[in-house]
């Protein structure tokens, strides 16, 4: 090595210390001024991510969404601030809603100065959807290692769809970095076996090995081979040993580009807090901050000005300017430059990619959607669904799903002509099978939608608790990820208790953002789907029954198309009826809604001027206008009866504090369903009585 090429490595080496050190400092400084937060993890992870960042990642912070970029998931969110860091060291641009790069940073040192502070863009955890660049939310451990897999799948099945010879549009990779807690909760494992099964090698998660929980040791807790179990999982398993030695942690990092047919899983010896002489390799580093003195003595220990607060030195912008964003910018004008080309020669498919990238649908998306005449024994939910689903996967290129191993019952399997299974020789496929990983579904849904893919992930409804997490993150991230849910209540009535939801409808209801949808009959699931097909910032979980519900007359009551309202007059008095206004007003959903109707010929066979109101949806009701929902459910009128097979949780909104409600109050039981609904009152008469009874008649 000439004497010239010895000192730019020397300079090389410092300045590489220095961004790491910067870094460090950054995370350190934050947390002491917001005194609270995660210190120890960044100050060990900080060359990791700086590897990652500077020299691996393909992403340009000029356009933090193109397309073709490397995804970056911080699953160990509290350690927010390595992203932050990375964010603003890099100058990454933000972006905003309409997917418009911005002039403005997407983190200004000024949000570094105010971490965890009200509107600053450095808030405690990853938000996506807050701050430009982050790929995912994270946070709840475990959620982002399994919405990567998420993100891996949707990278091979773009590389598949979309690719051409000479034509690499999607070739990118995921790197995600967890820690102990990612690894001990089950979502974690979940999402490893299935991508080891599917050998996603466009896949690395580096583990932060730092024998450190909240609790203390991982002696006490967690003593498993955590390598074998990887390598149990079909991964590729690497060591590194010194988290500071940022040459092998690259190495590392291009033993995994060169791994094909399995993902990558290295294992990164670090010390929590590293350098900070009292608190390094305690659990005390972990979530609190350092206190001034040791933040001192951190400091003198990395060689940095002792004094010195949320200090960014000469040369740091630009080694990150000369690393990341160099490569990224060359990058990105090659494959744009490339999709010009692309999209010369195959303007559909460059269509198809820039509607994704939109979250738009194709023309012609919704036609061929089935249209179900009236019939009195009529057709399942899930049986309407699966017509539906059928029908859209046709239409839209780039929506599919799969269930946690309940397809055939769930009615999801896509079964048209070329739909094909995504696995790991056919990552096109439209067809996603799980496994019976409820959890890490509906994670890897996030991942997909994070990745512009429309997905659905179906399982009963019941085990929504199995996925419930991941679902409130689809709402956190405003994702329009779908869920689908069969054997809503008690339809599968011989299953018992175990099997049948109860508090399931009040619990998605009670997410914020989250579109719950009860549909009554086959129009009504179709209208759901039509409905939930448009939304592009918002989840949605569909509950369908089990067994088969008549589809209704809708000439004769109103057409199915009230769905997109929330809550729909059905069935109402007659308009020439003495009296005018309807006396007693019904309001059911689901199965449900079948009996309110039953009830109400009765009642108008009584001369009683009832009202059926169908609410497939309280949230799309309660955003709509005052007057319409005034016009659908009078406040003059008091006597109300909710009728639904599930918790009456939360029903007194619609039928006030003098309204009846038909729901559970206990478990189920273990029985056929007629009986379950004789025994817990879902039956016409009990409808009729307790409409009477509001009303002071018999
Ligand atoms: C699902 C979930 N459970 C609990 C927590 C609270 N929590 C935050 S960090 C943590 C454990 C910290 O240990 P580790 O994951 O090894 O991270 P490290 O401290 O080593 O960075 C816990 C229990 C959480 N964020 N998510
Ligand atoms: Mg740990």
């Given at each position: 090595?000439?004497?010239?090429?010895?000192v730019?490595?020397?300079?090389?080496?410092?300045l590489?210390?220095?961004?790491?050190?910067?870094?460090?400092?950054?995370?350190?400084?934050?947390?002491?001024?917001?005194?609270?937060?995660?210190?120890?993890?960044?100050m060990?992870?900080?060359?990791?991510?700086?590897?990652i960042?500077?020299?691996?990642?393909?992403?340009?912070?000029?356009?933090?969404?193109?397309?073709?970029?490397?995804?970056?998931?911080?699953?160990?969110?509290?350690?927010?601030?390595?992203?932050?860091?990375?964010?603003?060291?890099?100058?990454t641009r933000?972006?905003?809603?309409?997917?418009?790069?911005?002039?403005?940073?997407?983190?200004?040192?000024?949000?570094?100065?105010?971490?965890?502070?009200?509107?600053?863009?450095?808030?405690?955890?990853?938000?996506?959807?807050?701050?430009?660049?982050?790929?995912?939310?994270?946070?709840?451990?475990?959620?982002?290692?399994?919405a990567?897999?998420?993100?891996?799948?949707?990278?091979?099945?773009?590389?598949?769809?979309?690719?051409?010879?000479?034509?690499?549009?999607?070739?990118y990779?995921?790197?995600?970095?967890?820690?102990?807690?990612?690894?001990?909760?089950?979502?974690?494992?979940?999402?490893?076996?299935?991508?080891?099964?599917?050998?996603?090698?466009?896949?690395?998660?580096?583990?932060?090995?730092n024998?450190?929980?909240?609790?203390?040791?991982t002696?006490?807790t967690?003593?498993?081979?955590?390598?074998?179990?990887?390598?149990a999982?079909?991964?590729?398993?690497?060591?590194?040993?010194?988290?500071?030695?940022?040459?092998?942690?690259?190495?590392?990092?291009?033993?995994?580009?060169?791994?094909?047919?399995?993902?990558?899983?290295?294992?990164?010896?670090?010390?929590?807090?590293?350098?900070?002489?009292?608190?390094?390799?305690?659990?005390?580093?972990?979530?609190?901050?350092?206190?001034?003195e040791?933040?001192?003595?951190?400091?003198?220990?990395?060689?940095?000005?002792?004094?010195?607060?949320?200090?960014v030195?000469?040369?740091?912008?630009?080694?990150?300017?000369?690393?990341?964003?160099?490569?990224?910018?060359?990058?990105?004008?090659?494959?744009?430059?490339?999709?010009?080309?692309?999209?010369?020669?195959?303007?559909?498919?460059?269509?198809?990619?820039?509607l994704?990238?939109?979250?738009?649908?194709?023309?012609?998306?919704?036609r061929?959607?089935?249209?179900?005449?009236?019939?009195?024994?009529?057709?399942?939910?899930?049986?309407?669904?699966?017509?539906?689903?059928?029908?859209?996967?046709?239409?839209?290129?780039?929506?599919?799903?799969?269930?946690?191993?309940?397809?055939?019952?769930?009615?999801?399997?896509?079964?048209?002509?070329?739909?094909?299974?995504?696995?790991?020789?056919?990552?096109?496929?439209k067809?996603?099978?799980?496994?019976?990983?409820?959890?890490?579904?509906?994670?890897?849904?996030?991942?997909?939608?994070?990745?512009?893919?429309?997905?659905?992930?179906?399982?009963?409804?019941?085990?929504?608790?199995?996925?419930?997490?991941?679902?409130?993150?689809?709402?956190?991230?405003?994702?329009?990820?779908?869920?689908?849910?069969?054997?809503?209540?008690?339809?599968?009535?011989?299953?018992?208790?175990?099997?049948?939801?109860?508090?399931?409808?009040?619990?998605?209801?009670?997410?914020?953002?989250?579109?719950?949808?009860?549909?009554?009959?086959?129009?009504?699931?179709?209208?759901?789907?039509?409905?939930v097909?448009?939304l592009?910032?918002?989840?949605?979980?569909?509950?369908?029954?089990?067994?088969?519900?008549?589809?209704?007359d809708?000439?004769?009551?109103?057409?199915?198309?009230?769905?997109?309202?929330?809550?729909?007059?059905?069935?109402?008095?007659?308009?020439?009826?003495?009296?005018?206004?309807?006396?007693?007003?019904?309001?059911?959903t689901?199965?449900?809604?079948?009996?309110?109707v039953?009830a109400?010929?009765?009642?108008?066979?009584?001369?009683?001027?009832s009202?059926?109101?169908?609410?497939?949806?309280?949230?799309?009701?309660?955003?709509?206008?005052?007057?319409?929902?005034n016009?659908?459910?009078?406040?003059?009128?008091?006597a109300?009866?909710?009728?639904?097979?599930?918790?009456?949780?939360?029903?007194?909104?619609?039928?006030?504090?003098t309204?009846?409600?038909?729901?559970?109050?206990?478990?189920?039981?273990?029985?056929?369903?007629?009986?379950?609904?004789?025994?817990?009152?879902?039956?016409?008469?009990?409808?009729?009585?307790?409409?009477?009874?509001?009303?002071?008649?018999?």
């Amino acid at each position: 090595m000439s004497a010239a090429g010895a000192v730019n490595l020397l300079t090389d080496t410092k300045l590489d210390q220095l961004c790491v050190n910067t870094i460090r400092t950054l995370s350190i400084d934050a947390v002491q001024q917001a005194k609270s937060g995660h210190p120890g993890t960044p100050m060990a992870l900080a060359p990791l991510v700086y590897t990652i960042w500077n020299r691996v990642l393909r992403f340009d912070p000029e356009n933090p969404i193109w397309p073709n970029r490397d995804r970056f998931v911080l699953s160990n969110g509290h350690a927010s601030m390595l992203l932050w860091s990375a964010l603003h060291l890099s100058r990454t641009r933000a972006v905003n809603a309409d997917y418009e790069t911005l002039g403005r940073p997407s983190v200004t040192l000024d949000d570094i100065r105010r971490f965890r502070q009200l509107d600053s863009k450095a808030p405690g955890h990853p938000e996506y959807h807050w701050t430009s660049g982050v790929e995912a939310t994270t946070g709840p451990l475990g959620q982002g290692v399994g919405a990567s897999v998420g993100m891996a799948i949707a990278e091979k099945w773009l590389a598949s769809h979309f690719n051409r010879p000479d034509f690499e549009v999607f070739d990118y990779n995921i790197y995600v970095v967890c820690s102990d807690g990612c690894l001990m909760e089950g979502v974690g494992s979940e999402a490893a076996s299935l991508a080891g099964h599917l050998g996603l090698d466009n896949l690395c998660w580096v583990y932060d090995n730092n024998h450190i929980t909240i609790e203390g040791s991982t002696r006490i807790t967690f003593t498993e081979d955590v390598e074998a179990r990887f390598l149990a999982y079909g991964w590729n398993v690497l060591r590194v040993g010194d988290a500071n030695d940022i040459g092998r942690i690259e190495h590392a990092l291009d033993i995994f580009r060169k791994t094909n047919g399995r993902p990558t899983f290295i294992v990164l010896d670090t010390h929590i807090g590293y350098g900070a002489p009292h608190k390094q390799d305690t659990a005390e580093a972990h979530g609190e901050p350092l206190g001034e003195e040791e933040v001192r003595l951190a400091k003198r220990f990395y060689g940095w000005p002792e004094d010195a607060k949320f200090l960014v030195p000469d040369g740091v912008y630009e080694r990150f300017a000369d690393g990341v964003g160099a490569r990224g910018a060359r990058l990105r004008r090659e494959w744009t430059g490339l999709f010009e080309a692309y999209r010369a020669q195959y303007p559909e498919l460059a269509n198809e990619i820039e509607l994704m990238q939109r979250r738009e649908l194709p023309e012609g998306w919704d036609r061929d959607l089935p249209v179900f005449p009236p019939d009195a024994k009529g057709i399942a939910g899930r049986d309407a669904s699966g017509k539906t689903l059928n029908a859209l996967a046709q239409n839209i290129p780039w929506f599919l799903g799969g269930s946690a191993d309940l397809g055939p019952s769930n009615r999801t399997t896509l079964t048209f002509a070329g739909a094909g299974d995504v696995q790991a020789e056919s990552p096109g496929g439209k067809n996603l099978h799980f496994g019976v990983r409820e959890h890490a579904m509906t994670a890897i849904v996030n991942g997909l939608s994070l990745s512009k893919i429309r997905a659905f992930g179906a399982t009963f409804f019941i085990f929504s608790d199995y996925a419930r997490p991941a679902i409130r993150l689809a709402a956190i991230m405003e994702l329009p990820a779908i869920f689908v849910f069969t054997h809503d209540a008690m339809g599968d009535g011989e299953d018992g208790p175990t099997h049948q939801p109860v508090e399931h409808l009040a619990s998605m209801r009670a997410i914020p953002g989250l579109i719950t949808l009860r549909p009554c009959d086959a129009n009504e699931v179709v209208e759901a789907y039509r409905y939930v097909m448009q939304l592009r910032h918002q989840p949605a979980a569909l509950a369908l029954s089990r067994q088969p519900l008549p589809t209704l007359d809708r000439a004769r009551y109103a057409p199915a198309s009230g769905l997109a309202r929330g809550a729909y007059v059905l069935a109402d008095a007659p308009a020439d009826s003495p009296g005018g206004h309807p006396e007693v007003i019904i309001i059911a959903t689901g199965s449900e809604v079948i009996l309110a109707v039953e009830a109400h010929e009765k009642l108008l066979s009584e001369g009683i001027r009832s009202r059926v109101v169908s609410m497939p949806s309280w949230e799309i009701f309660d955003h709509q206008t005052e007057e319409y929902r005034n016009s659908v459910l009078p406040p003059s009128v008091k006597a109300r009866v909710a009728v639904e097979q599930a918790s009456t949780l939360g029903w007194e909104r619609y039928v006030g504090p003098t309204g009846h409600i038909i729901g559970m109050n206990t478990f189920g039981a273990s029985a056929p369903l007629k009986e379950l609904q004789r025994k817990y009152g879902f039956e016409p008469d009990h409808v009729v009585a307790a409409a009477k009874q509001q009303l002071g008649r018999k």
